[in-house]
C-alpha cells in the first residue's frame, strides 16, 4: 500500500514547473484577453467622447452661424423701413440692407411683410460661392424682389442691382402672387415678441441649406422682418473632424433627412443606411454594413432643442482597433517567450530544491512535539513536500497558538478578559477543553476562581498563606479536582504568589503528561503570571491616579462654597454628551469616534479642567461686593461716615457755645447728616454691584470720595510685611492728617514683580501659546477703583486672576509626567473657555482650530453653570432658561451651534436634569425654538 502511495505522487520538479508554466499561460492569456477588452473599451470611450466634443463643436458652429444675423436682425426692427408705406420710399433703405448682406457670408437673403400684404425681399446673387440665378445681367450682384400693387391687383417685380446700387435690369411677374402674411415665418414672429429660429431646411428658390429668423418689428404692428442664412459649410468642418479615413459623418434631422455629411462622394442612401443601423438610441452600436463590421454613435445637438437634429458618426471596426490588434499581437508573442523561460527555470529549480526535503521533515516534525530549541536547518534543497506538509502544519498550529498568547499576554488590558485569553489559549495549544485560573487575595488569605471552563470547582479555597509551597498549594487543588490535571503554580517576579492554573487533561488524548508538556505549561504559567502583575499593578496605579483626580476636583469644590460639586457634575455631562456625539449617524457628528485612549484621557481633562482653581485667591473667587478682599472694607468707609456724622454734633454743640444761632446750627447740623446719610446709602448700594454703574453715578462717587476727615492716629504701625513693602518710599503725613473720604492711595497697588504670569504672547517664557491680556498690576485695591467698576464686583484685575485659573490648570497638568496616549489632558482641560468667535481665553482660539471634544467641554462647563443649584450667590436656572441662554450664546459667536443643537436634540439637557436638578428646574422646553433656522 505504501509503494502505491509512492507511486501515485508527482515529482516536484515537475509539478513546480508545470504549475509555474500553467499559471503563467493562463496569467497571459487572462491578462492579454482584458488587455483587449480594456484597449478596445478605451478606443471606443474616446470615440463616444470625441462624437460627444463634435457636437459640442457643431454646436457652437450652429451658434455662430446664427448669432450675427440676429444681431443685424435686432437693429433692423428699429429702422424706418418697417414704417415706410410705399415702395419707393422703403428703397431708399437698400443701402442698410445691402450691409446687413455684405457683413456675413452666409447671410442670402433679407426680407420684410407688412399686415397690408406688402413684401420686400433683397438677396445675393451668388451664394454658397456659386451663381444662383443663371439669368442674372453679368455684373448683377443684388436682387431685390417685391410686390407692387395696380389698384386691386399685385403683381412681382424682380430688380437687379450692382456692387453700388445701381438698377440693372427691372423685370415684371404678372402672376406672381405671394402674400407674407400666411407664411409660417411671419406669423410664428407675430405670435411672440421674441426671435424666431426655423428648422435648417432646403430654400426653395436657391436649394441651399439653412436657416430663417424672424421677428416682429419695433414699435411698427404688423410689420416683420426676416434674415436667411446658409449652412452648407458644416460638412466642410465635419470633414476636418474625422477620426479614420474610413469614418462617416452627418447631421440629420429627426424625420431622417440629410443637412450635412462630411463625405460630400458618399451617396445620401449610404448615410441613411448607416443611421438606420446606428439608431437614435444613446450608447455605442455595433453593426454589420456591407460586409464591414462598424462602431456607431448619435449625439443630439442642443443649439436647437426644439428641432431633433443629431450628428451621426459611424467608424469601421478594423480601422478603430488597427493600434488594438498590433498590442495585442506583441503581448501574445512577449507572453509566449516568458512562458518558455518559465518552464525551462521551473523545471531545474524544481530539481535543485526536491533533494532535501525528506531528510529536514524528520527535524521539523520534532517542533510538533513542543521541543522549540530543534535547529531547523538543511544544508541542501528540499525534495518531497509530503511529509513536510504534515509536519509543517503542525509546527505552524503550535507557532500560531504560541505567538496568540504572546500577543495575548502583551497587549491585554482588561484584566478578566486577559485571564480568559490566556486560559483559552493555553488550552488550545495543549488540544484540550477544560481548565480555570484562581487568583490569589493576599488580605483575605484565599485562592478566588477568576476563570472556570467547565471544570464547575469551588469559588474560593480558604486559609492559604502566601508564602505556601507549590506542593502544599497542589494538593488542596487536586482534593477537588479528578482526572488527570496539569497544576501550576502562578508567581511574579519577587516570587510572590500570584494564582493557580489548571489544566484538564482528558482520557484518550493524543498529547500525554510528558516532562515537555509540563515544562511548557510551567513556562507559559511564568509568562501569565508576569502578564496578570502587570495588569494589576497598571489596574492599580489607574485607580490610585482616578482616585487623586477626584481628591484634587474635591479639594477645589470644597474650598469655595461657590464651586461645590461643580467639578464632579461637569464630566458626567461632557461624558453623555460624547457618547450621543459618537452614536450620531448622520449631521456633522456620523464620523466622530474615539478610541478608548481617547475617551479616557478626554475622561481625566473632564475631571481636572478647573484644577487651577487651587491657586486662585478664596476672596477674589468668593467676592460678592465691590470693596470685599479678604472681608467687605464697606465697614471702613462707614466709620468715616461715622466720624463725620459725629463731626458734626460737634459742630452745632461749638456753634452753641459760641453764642450763635442754635436753631440755625441744628438745621445745618440736620442738613449735613442727612446728606451723609444719602451719600452712604449711595455709595452701600454701589458696592452691591448688582446694576449696570451708568457714568452720572461714577461722577457723584467722585463728588462724595472728595469730602475730608481727620485722622489722629498713625497709619504705619501695626501692618504686616506686605503692607509695609507697599508703603515703602510714601512719606508719613503728620497728625492729625486730612484724607479724603475715598481714595485710591499708592499703597493700594501690588505691582508684578518676579511673579509675572506668562500669558502674553510675546513672552519668551510663554510656550504655551497664551494670548491674554495682562493688567497693569498684579492688584488695585483703591476704593474709588473698585466701587467705580460698572459691571459686576470684580476690578480688571481681579478678573484676570479668575481667569488665570485656566493658565494655571494647563500649567500645572503640563508638567505631570503624562504618558503619550494623555498627552493632550492639558490641551482639553484648558480650552473650555475658548469661544467660536476667537474671543475666548486663553489661547483666542476660533472653532476651527478646536476639536469637538473641546468644543463639547465647553457646552457643558457653561450649562452645568447656569443649572447649579449649590451656588449660595445665586439661583439655578430652569431648563427653559438655560436653554434660552445657551442659544443667544450660539448665535452670537459665544459656543458650537451644531454641538448645542446636538446637546438639545438628544435630550441630553434633559437626563443630565433628572439626575442633577431640582424638581422646580425641569420645566417644559419646546426644542423646535433651539433647532437650526
Known sequence: MEQKRQAARVSLAFLIASTITLGMLTLAIVLVAQSYR??????????????????????????????????????????????????????????????????????????????????LLFRKVHSSGSLQFPDAPGNARYLLQSLERNGQKRRGVWRFYNEALDLLEHRVLEHYDYDPRTRPWYQNALAGDVLQLSTPYVFFTTQETGLTLSQGAANTPGTVLGIDVTVTDLGDQLAELKQTPGSRLAIMSETGELLADANRHTEPDDLLTLAMHIGNTPGIHRFEHQGRAWYGMTEPLETLPGEALSIVVAIPS??????????????????????????????????????????????????????????????????????????LDDMARTIRSFQSIATVLNRGQDLNQL????LDQIIAIVSQQRGAIYLFNSHQQQLDLAVDRGLELPTRLSHIPSNADDNDIIRQLRSHITGHPVFAILRNRRKKLIGALIIEMEHGSHTHLSDDLIVFVDEIAGSAAVAIETRELIESQQALLDGIIRLVAGAIDAKSPYTGGHCERVPRLAQM????????????????????????????????????????????VDKSVKLETIYNRIHEIRTRFEVLHRDADIHYLNTCLAGGDPEQAAREKEARQARLQSDFAFLANANLGSEAMSDNDVTRIREIAAQTWQRHYSDRVGLSSDEQQALA???????????????????????????VPPVQR?????????DMTLPKHACNRGELHNLTIQYGTLSEEERFRINEHIVQTICMLDALPLPDRLANVPRLAGT????????????????????????????????????????????????????SIMDKMAQQGHIDPEVFQLFVSSGTYRRYGEQHLDAGQMDTVDESLFMKR
Open 832 to 883: 473650555h473657555h475658548e469661544r467660536m468667535d476667537g474671543q475666548g481665553y486663553p489661547y483666542g482660539l476660533r472653532g476651527e482650530d478646536m476639536s469637538i471634544p473641546e468644543r463639547i467641554m465647553a457646552v457643558a462647563d457653561i450649562f452645568e453653570a447656569l443649572t447649579a443649584v449649590d451656588r449660595p450667590y445665586k439661583k439655578g436656572k430652569t431648563l427653559s432658561e438655560a436653554l
Open 318 to 391: 478594423d480601422e478603430l482597433l488597427a493600434d488594438v490588434w498590433a498590442a495585442l499581437a506583441r503581448q501574445t508573442t512577449i507572453a509566449s517567450a516568458i512562458a518558455l523561460l518559465l518552464l525551462i527555470l521551473g523545471w531545474f529549480l524544481g530539481r535543485q530544491v526536491g533533494k532535501p526535503l525528506e531528510r529536514l521533515t524528520n527535524r521539523v516534525s520534532n517542533l510538533s512535539q513542543f521541543r522549540f530549541d530543534t535547529q531547523v536547518r538543511s544544508e541542501s534543497h528540499i525534495r518531497e513536500a509530503s511529509e513536510l506538509g504534515i509536519a
Open 577 to 620: 454628551l460624547t457618547e450621543v456625539a459618537e452614536h450620531a449617524t448622520e449631521g456633522p457628528f456620523a464620523d466622530f469616534r474615539m478610541t478608548e485612549d481617547e475617551r479616557y484621557e478626554f475622561h481625566l481633562a473632564a475631571w481636572l479642567h478647573d484644577c487651577g482653581k487651587i491657586t486662585s485667591p478664596e476672596y477674589v
Open 38 to 119: 480594456g484597449m478596445e473599451q478605451a478606443k471606443v470611450t474616446a470615440a463616444a467622447a470625441t462624437a460627444r466634443q463634435l457636437a459640442i463643436s457643431v454646436d457652437d458652429r450652429i451658434n455662430a452661424i446664427t448669432q450675427p444675423p440676429s444681431t443685424a436682425l435686432a437693429v433692423l426692427r428699429h429702422d424706418t423701413l418697417n414704417r415706410l408705406p410705399s415702395l419707393e420710399q422703403r428703397l431708399q433703405r437698400l443701402p442698410v440692407i445691402a450691409d446687413v448682406l455684405a457683413s456675413s457670408r452666409i447671410v442670402s437673403a433679407v426680407y420684410a411683410g407688412y399686415d397690408n400684404g406688402d413684401f
Open 762 to 770: 510675546d513672552d519668551p517664557r510663554n510656550r504655551w501659546g497664551f
Open 729 to 755: 518710599g510714601i512719606p508719613e503725613q503728620s497728625l492729625p492728617a486730612t484724607e479724603p473720604l475715598l481714595a485710591d492711595h499708592p499703597w493700594h497697588l501690588r505691582p508684578w514683580g518676579d511673579r
Open 419 to 422: 485571564l480568559r485569553d490566556i
